[in-house]
């Protein structure tokens, strides 16, 4: 590439010099020829092979001297490829760049060219380009760098700036090769000459000129003058940037720096330079300073002195931003600031560097207060919306020309902005970084006070990052890598934290995992063997001597307008600095910047007000519990309890506006406040008095937020201008106010958990310090008690601000104020007793605290002087320390455990004693208060039985004395004529339930563990809590804890004796002497007895749930002990409690019967009463055989039965209801077992009580308001166990005594309230039912008797007069019907045979019943989720027929009972072919019923058929038959005419229906002549029937009827008539199956001729009337249609009928003969012709030729029997 591109080039010299220059053309066309000459082909070797030809590039610099622009060009592009390839000869490198230096005069490309060949030039010629070499490429860079194109100035100023780093390269590169290069030379030094070698030395004076240009001096080796300043400092600073090792190295570089370069810069910033050479000057003085610190030591003191000089506020705004820019830096450079404080303000003599700067720092925060926007408390920072949006070009111009004296007003675009914001006081690039501008930028004027916070927070995170590490013991920094972690570690907030969860502070309180995250901080002071002990001295030296000016400019800062992203950033330097000064033991500084956070936290003014605030509302009406509740410290865990207080924080929280938050905390206030927490977490151990600083701080806040009601303070804004950004950011934080109470809260919390790691001495202090709290307070009320307390220990470090806080609350009157101050000291005592609670069980009470700390809490809440908040609120804390001490010591060993569960117990015991002190002087509000105490404490006494009480060891006997303390006798008045027992009362009602909580713990829980001794007064307890009047609930359950007794007892003792001598007294003092001796055999049976007694005594109790709750446990222990019990102890128990309770319960319920005055108490002695009778069923049901085996278990039965009569004369449903089910339950038990059972003579005496009638009211009211459907139920139950026992001995009389019960039951039950017996049957109906499907019918007569009964049930449903308002009532029978249906089923199948069923009416009935729905149909309303009524009613029908039909051939006596039988039969088939669809409910198929009733047709023919036509059956039956089918055979509405004729009204057409169903015919049939008579046409064509299938069905039956049926046919097997058209199955082809309703043994087919004969005859005419209406309404009809056809449906019924005339063989004798005419099957058509001959003419006239066919073929067959063929 490079020889094409060189030859290509030649020539073009060669073609443009041949006239112009000999000499070149002839040196161009030899070095073409040369070019061309070379062989070898890779760009490597054509390199090579020219590099070696000297003369190869003389052209080319002949070119270059001529100064032709063509020939320049040209020769400069070869040159560069050349010098790029490495092809020009190393000796010829002197022309080169001569010619090189002569064409710097060409235009824009060649100097471009030349540009970009120069350092390719050194870098392939390094070696070759040194001394005058490189002064020569150095000046043709020098010299382009003075053009006035600008894209070749700042082109050539980029090349000179690589040109001159690539000397400095070759530099690095010859030290790298060691001691192989020759020192050519000397450099000059302050210390004298050095030996450097060749690239050496080209540094050296490459670098000297340059400062001495830059300096506007001549220079020594290059030949160039007049470089720009800012050119000469930007390549100074390349050099100093890219090879700043150079300097360290090389003495000669190092002098440099320290005679040229710094005393420029020194007194160049003295002077006034403009903008762009200072940014030059800056920026190498800061590369110096990182850099060559240590080779540089006075001069960069002077210079760091002169920076904090042009801090002055008269200086420039843009050079104090540079400086400002510098220390940033500096600061951000921990190491580099350690350098600095130890170079100069740590050595005597020397410059106090940062020790001034930090003054400075001090003067520029306070320079312009307004600037910032300083106040009172910190703000938000507001800009001026009027500002100009660019800065004045003339004040920036003075600026830049150093005019200084207008500086202090304001001059940028911000300069009405109030406060530091990073909206307006930061910059997108620094002024450092500005190199491109000659003039300075537009400033914000609180740029410099933002660089200030930027170096307070470097400085901060500094010195963290290098302190923080070296605290981790030893084996943390191993296992951790000094990594900082959660605790004590990183207490430093960061820019984006957001608060933990408030479980998160709960998570890990044991003190092994406590301990593990917070080891205790290591002083690095003290590891002065660590390597790092110097800096460490350092750091500790710096913090001493400058933190009183970086605590002044912190603070003014932390009181000015700054956003939030700088605010964050300043509490963290704030926080950060604290806790290395903490960690260093810099006690001094440390308690100065906790207070100033502490101040910042609760602004002194907030609490102030708040205090006033609270003292001017003390009077105001507050319960107690508001102010115990709203509370932070309502939860003794902690800070800012994470529920109460979300949730008040919720409820509470308002818009408030800046005119009524100061006094409140806001966001910022939080947050300072987190960070004090944080740096309490991290020094805890190490704080010692200055604890007072924080629980002071965090004692106000609370106090401050619990005035204000957690109301979220608004932060306010630092004018008020209309700024959205600043208005948006207070909303922000307004909203972030509960985000960070809950943050304060979780800090809050780890403070005090972190105290758990603290050593004894350490805790003994912060215990101290917070009695403290509490005891000011006390100390003005403690008068009265005689006690004295123990003054606060004094702090280190006390500012006037808290202890003049502390003075206000103290002075304050005992108000909402002092109430929550000293609820904060109770909370964070119980806080600390909980989280150290190992250490308090672990040590002597004296050395852990534990005897102070509990005897101040008794103090505090015995003493009356103190408010009732305060009281209550020292008691709970008392007793969670209790509860939490005996829960850790339950796992302990019992020699260890029982002396401090004494202890325990004791403290609960003596909190009580001064609250019952005779004596005491008890007004409304101490008496409430020690009510609300007494609870407190009994409510601890049950916490601690709940989690502790299986461990108990000692103290039983105070438990129960601490139980009974809520106990008084009533006082009674000095009457000794009185009888009047005293009434136990009790103290008051809120103390019954928290006292009641432990006994039954006890009971429930811990009845193994009470000594044995203990028992009475366990039951002494109980019956007292059980007698009291205030608590009608405890009293109840009270009862049930004689059950856990009593089934203690049976547990510890297998048999329980009873003697008749226990019960002979009529007073307990046998069976106390019994229980109170242990050790006796009876005393287990004698303290059963006495609960038995005391159960029985409770059972006469007035309150009705009590003596039901009494009565049911008695009988429940009772029968828990029926296993154990003797026969003997079973009669003691039956009579001397069940029997008295029955008759004390008949008394009392005949009490309230018969007297008005007790007639409100019906209902509850009625409860009691059901209770009894269930008691006692469920023991006679579950203990009967152990009864039974008694010998006087007939006259107890018969006692029992006598008690239940007496209760059933009451008539009270309940009561009879029980005493059925109780009936019930014994009859079922006894027939569970097989032996032995109850007497025959026992089981007469249960039916006569049974079966005394049923139990309904006395006055027969049936109406709603008395459901007795549970009480006939259960009487029903009772008959089905009952009957299981005495089946054998069930005469008829019993069962039509039971038929008749069981009707009366069924018609007397109630609908129910929420019942429908729609879908489903009543469980009453259920089990009625279930009685017929139980009864044997193997007895003569009771079939019939069943039968008859089930019939009734059936035809319920349908006898309802209104069957609508029944559904309503929901007492339909619709079910209950419907199940009947299937019983009646199965009844009558199985009885078939017998004749009695028949002949005593039963069958009849049973038909009729069946035959209702059917009838009915449509017109019943009530319409059911499952299968209609009438469908399970026609399937019935036809199961029975198919079993019964050929038994009734069979009856020969009753004649009229068959004629009934089949009346009802004829009905049933009519009912099945007809149905009112105008009436059928809505969504009825009515196509599917319609198939239902065909198919149930077709089976009911084939059991009828031919059976209908008997003699014994009435032809008036046959002819309903007929007339049915008739009726319903009509598919089409005929004419009014027509009607009239048939039906004899116009009326009757619309009930043909019913009459064809009932049975109620006419009697004659209408004469035909009437029909042969023409009647008017009409155009209305009536739509078809909706069943016109089945008007099919039974058009082909009358057909099939009138068919002749020869004798030869009648063996053969019959069908339904088909669906189809006549002309595929014609009637007259159908025979009958006779077999179907004949008996099953063969039947003689001679005698079922005459039974067709019949039929035939009967129907006869009504085939021919049917015909004839349909031919007849064609006639009249069709000529008004012309040659329109009939409608489709007329049409069809048209062909069926013709087909079937046609087709018809008619039976001889069902017509008459006509008159002079012979026919036998076809007289049918004789009658029809007439119509017939009409009908031709109509369709020959309409030209319906199928019809014409049709009739044709009919008169065929009439000419036939006329003997016309």
């Known amino acids: 590439m490079t020889a094409q591109l060189v030859a290509s080039e030649l020539a073009n010299l060669i073609q443009e010099s041949k006239r112009k220059n000999n000499d070149l053309r002839q040196a161009a066309e030899k070095s073409l020829e040369e070019l061309k000459s070379l062989k070898v082909t890779s760009e490597a070797q054509i390199s090579a092979e020219l590099s070696q030809r000297s003369n190869f590039v003389n052209p080319f610099i002949i070119a270059c001297g001529t100064k032709n622009v063509k020939f320049t060009g040209i020769a400069i592009v070869c040159l560069q490829r050349l010098i790029a390839s490495r092809a020009l000869p190393r000796f010829k490198l002197s022309q080169v760049l001569e010619a090189l230096q002569q064409a710097t005069s060409a235009g824009l490309d060649v100097q471009l060219k030349i540009l970009q060949a120069l350092p390719s030039l050194l870098s392939n010629y390094a070696a070759e380009v040194k001394g005058e070499l490189l002064v020569t490429a150095l000046n043709i860079c020098f010299i382009l760098q003075s053009s006035k194109n600008a894209i070749v100035n700042n082109a050539s100023a980029a090349t000179l700036q690589q040109l001159v780093v690539s000397v400095f390269d070759k530099v690095v590169a010859e030290d790298g090769a060691g001691g192989d290069v020759e020192h050519v030379g000397e450099a000059p030094t302050q210390q004298g000459p050095v030996p450097v070698q060749a690239a050496a030395m080209d540094a050296y004076r490459v670098f000297n000129d340059i400062c001495l240009l830059t300096e506007n001096q001549r220079p020594e080796y290059l030949r160039f003058s007049g470089m720009p300043q800012t050119f000469g400092l930007e390549l100074i600073e390349s050099v100093l940037t890219n090879h700043a090792a150079i300097f360290t190295t090389h003495p000669e570089q190092a002098d440099i720096l320290r005679t040229r370069v710094m005393p420029f810069i020194v007194s160049a910033l003295r002077g006034k330079p403009n903008f762009a050479t200072s940014v030059r000057l800056v920026r190498i003085l800061f590369t110096l300073l990182r850099r060559h610190l240590s080779i540089l030591p006075s001069e960069s003191g002077d210079a760091l002195d002169i920076l904090t000089q042009l801090l002055d506020q008269d200086t420039a705004l843009w050079k104090r931003s540079l400086c400002m820019e510098v220390f940033r830096g500096i600061f951000a450079d921990h190491a580099l600031l350690r350098r600095i404080f130890m170079l100069y303000d740590a050595k005597e003599g020397e410059k106090n560097i940062l020790k001034n700067l930090t003054a400075a720092f001090v003067r520029v925060s306070t320079e312009k207060p307004t600037v910032i926007g300083l106040g009172l408390q910190s703000t938000l920072p507001v800009a001026n919306p009027y500002a100009n949006a660019v800065a004045s070009t003339d004040q920036a111009m003075l600026e830049a020309s150093g005019v200084t004296g207008i500086i202090s007003g304001s001059v940028s675009s911000d300069g009405h902005n109030t406060g530091i914001s990073t909206h307006w006081s930061t910059m997108r690039s620094p002024c450092i970084d500005q190199l491109d501008k000659t003039d300075p930028p537009s400033i914000p004027e609180s740029y410099v006070y933002s660089l200030t916070l930027a170096c307070i927070t470097s400085l901060s995170e500094g010195l963290a990052k290098f302190i923080l590490p070296l605290t981790v013991p030893s084996e943390g920094r191993r296992k951790k890598s000094a990594k900082l972690e959660g605790g004590r570690d990183s207490p430093a907030l960061t820019a984006d934290e957001r608060p933990s969860t408030p479980n998160e502070g709960f998570k890990n309180r044991e003190r092994s995992a406590s301990s593990k995250r917070n080891p205790l901080p290591v002083n690095p002071l003290t590891l002065e063997t660590h390597p790092l002990y110097p800096e460490i001295k350092v750091c500790a030296a710096f913090i001493d001597e400058c933190w009183p000016a970086i605590l002044a400019t912190c603070s003014t800062f932390l009181y000015s307008a700054l956003d939030s992203e700088y605010y964050h950033g300043l509490v963290r330097a704030f926080q950060k600095f604290a806790h290395v000064a903490g960690l260093l033991q810099l006690t001094t500084p440390r308690d100065a910047f906790l207070t100033t956070l502490g101040k910042a936290a609760v602004p002194p003014n907030v609490f102030t007000a708040c205090l006033n605030s609270t003292s001017s509302r003390r009077d105001t009406p507050q319960s107690a519990t508001s102010e115990t509740g709203s509370g932070l410290f309502s939860n003794a865990r902690g800070l800012l309890t994470p529920e109460s207080a979300s949730a008040q924080a919720a409820e509470k929280q308002r818009q408030h506006s800046m005119d009524i938050t100061p006094v409140t905390l806001n966001t910022r206030n939080l947050l300072c406040l987190r960070a004090l927490l944080n740096l309490g977490i991290a020094l805890g151990p190490t704080l010692s008095s200055t604890w007072r600083i924080l629980l002071e701080t965090l004692q106000q806040a609370d106090f401050v937020l619990f005035t204000s009601g957690k109301a979220a303070g608004r932060t306010p804004l630092a004018t008020k201008g209309p700024d959205q950004q600043a208005e948006q950011e207070a909303n922000v934080l307004l909203s972030n106010f509960n985000t960070e109470i809950r943050a304060v809260e979780t800090a809050a919390s780890r403070l005090f958990e972190s105290t758990a790691d603290f050593p004894n001495p350490a805790f003994v202090e912060i215990v101290e310090a917070v009695c403290a709290l509490l005891v000011k307070h006390v100390e003005t009320t403690s008068e009265t008690t005689g006690q004295a307390q123990p003054s606060p220990p004094p702090g280190p470090l006390r500012t006037p601000t808290f202890t003049h806080k502390r003075v206000l609350s103290i002075t304050t009157s005992p108000g909402a104020g002092a109430n929550q101050e000293d609820q904060f000291a109770l909370a964070k005592l119980g806080d600390l007793a909980s989280i150290n609670m190992e250490r308090l069980l672990s040590y002597p009470p004296e050395v852990s605290g534990w005897t102070p700390l509990v005897t101040e809490l008794i103090d505090t809440l015995s003493s009356s002087t103190n408010t009732s908040p305060v009281r209550a609120r020292a008691a709970e804390t008392l007793v969670r320390i209790l509860l939490e001490a005996a829960g850790s010591v339950a796992t302990q060993q019992e020699d260890v455990r029982g002396p401090i569960q004494i202890r325990i117990l004791e403290a609960f015991h003596n909190s009580l004693s001064s609250l019952r002190a005779e004596g005491r002087e008890v007004s409304l509000n101490n008496h409430a208060t020690d009510m609300d105490i007494h609870r407190i404490v009994l409510e601890g006494l049950k916490g601690l039985l709940e989690n502790c009480g299986e461990s108990l060891v000692q103290g039983w006997d105070t438990i129960f004395a601490i139980i009974d303390t809520i106990f008084v006798k009533e006082d009674l008045p000095n009457d000794p004529s009185s009888t009047t027992t005293p009434r136990l009362m009790t103290r008051s009602v809120k103390l019954i339930r928290p006292s009641f909580a432990s006994l039954q713990l006890i009971c429930s829980d811990f009845l193994p563990s009470l000594p044995n001794l203990c028992f009475l007064n366990l039951v002494d307890t109980l019956y007292k809590f059980c007698t009291q009047d205030d608590d009608l609930n405890v009293a109840l359950t009270t009862v049930t804890f004689f059950w856990a007794i009593s089934d203690f007892l049976s547990s510890n003792s297998k048999t329980m004796s009873l003697t008749q001598d226990m019960v002979k007294d009529s007073g307990d003092e046998a069976l106390l002497k019994l229980a109170s001796d242990p050790s006796h055999q009876d005393s287990g049976g004698a303290l059963w007895m006495l609960l038995l ?33 003797s026969p003997e102890a079973w009669l003691i128990c039956i009579r001397s409690v069940i029997l008295r309770l029955l008759a004390s319960i008949e008394d009392e319920l005949r009490a309230v019967h018969t007297s008005p005055a007790k007639a409100r108490d019906q209902d509850g002695w009625t409860d009691t009463a059901n209770v009894i009778i269930r008691g006692v069923s469920g023991l006679f049901a579950s203990y009967l055989q152990v009864l039974l085996g008694h010998e006087d278990f007939a006259t107890t039965w018969q006692q029992l039965l006598g008690h239940f009569a007496r209760m059933l004369d009451v008539q009270i449903l309940d009561i009879n209801a029980s005493v059925y089910s109780a009936v019930r339950e014994i009859l079922r038990s006894c027939a569970e077992h097989v032996q032995p059972r109850l007497g025959k003579g026992s089981l007469d005496l249960t039916w006569d009580l049974w079966s005394r009638g049923i139990p309904v009211a006395e006055d027969g009211k049936d109406d709603k308001s008395s459901d007795n459907q549970k009480c006939l139920l259960v009487w029903v139950e009772a008959l089905l166990e009952l009957y299981g026992l005495i089946k054998d001995d069930f005469g008829v009389e019993r069962i039509r005594r039971m038929l008749t019960l069981l009707r009366d039951a069924m018609q007397h039950a109630t609908p129910g309230a929420y019942a429908s017996d729609t879908e489903y049957v009543t469980p009453l109906q259920g089990r009625i039912l279930q009685v017929f499907c139980t009864v044997q019918t193997d007895v003569p007569k009771v079939p019939s008797a069943m039968i008859t009964q089930i019939a009734e049930f059936v035809s319920l449903a349908f006898a309802q007069e209104n069957p609508d308002k ?24 199985k009885h078939a045979a017998e004749t009695d069923i028949y002949e005593t009416g039963a069958f009849a009935t049973a038909l009729a019943a069946l035959a209702k729905p059917i009838i009915l149909k449509y017109k019943f309303k009530i319409v059911t989720k499952s299968s209609q009524p009438w469908r399970e009613a026609t399937k019935t029908v036809l199961a029975v027929l198919r079993a019964t039909l050929p038994h009734i051939r069979a009856i020969d006596k009753a004649r009229s009972t068959v004629q009934e039988i089949w009346q009802i039969i004829v009905s049933i ?74 039906y ?36 209305i064509d009536p739509p078809p029937t909706q069943r016109s299938a089945m008007a099919e069905v039974c058009l082909d039956e009358l057909f099939a009827l009138v068919a002749i049926h020869e004798e030869e046919d009648e063996s053969s097997p019959a069908r339904s008539p088909s669906k189809s058209k006549p002309t595929s199955s014609s009637p007259t082809q159908e025979t009958i199956n006779t077999t179907s309703s004949s008996s099953p043994t063969e039947t003689i087919h001679e005698s079922t001729h005459p039974l067709y004969v019949h039929l035939a005859l009967t129907a006869a005419p009504y085939l021919i009337l049917r015909c004839a209406l349909s031919i007849r309404s064609y006639v009249a009809d069709q000529p008004l249609r012309g040659r329109m056809p009939q409608p489709l449906s007329q049409r069809k019924e048209l062909y069926r009928i013709l087909r079937g005339l046609v087709d018809l063989r008619s039976e001889p004798d069902a017509i008459p003969d006509t008159p002079n005419v012979d026919s036998e099957t076809k007289k049918h058509l004789l009658r029809l012709y007439p119509l017939l001959v009409s009908m031709v003419k109509v369709a020959g006239t309409s030209g319906d030729n199928k019809v014409l066919g049709m009739v044709g073929e009919a008169l065929d067959v009439v000419g036939g029997e006329l003997g016309c063929k």
């Open 1469 to 1542: 088939a009519n009912g099945i072919i007809s149905a009112d669809c105008s009436i059928a409910p809505s969504g009825t198929d009515i196509m599917d019923d319609q198939k239902f009733d065909i198919s149930s047709f077709h089976k009911l023919r084939e059991l009828i058929i031919p059976a209908l036509g008997a003699e014994v059956i009435l032809d008036k039956t046959r002819k309903v038959y007929a007339e049915g089918l008739f009726r319903t055979s009509i598919i089409h509405a005929p004419a009014p005419a027509e009607a009239l004729i048939i």
């Open 1093 to 1125: 007694l005391r159960l029985t005594s409770v059972a006469t109790d007035q309150r009705l749930e009590l003596r039901n709750s009494a009565v049911q446990t008695l009988l429940r222990i009772i029968s828990a002990y029926g296993d154990s019990l």
């Open 1366 to 1389: 029944a559904a309503s009532e929901k007492r339909t029978y619709v079910a209950m019907s419907k199940e009947s249906m299937s019983i009646l089923q199965s009844l009558v199948i």
């Open 1544 to 1579: 004899g009204s116009e009326n009757h057409h619309h009930d043909n229906t019913n009459s064809n169903a009932n049975g109620n015919g006419s009697d004659t049939v209408v004469d035909l002549d009437l029909l042969y008579k023409q009647r008017r046409g009409r155009t």
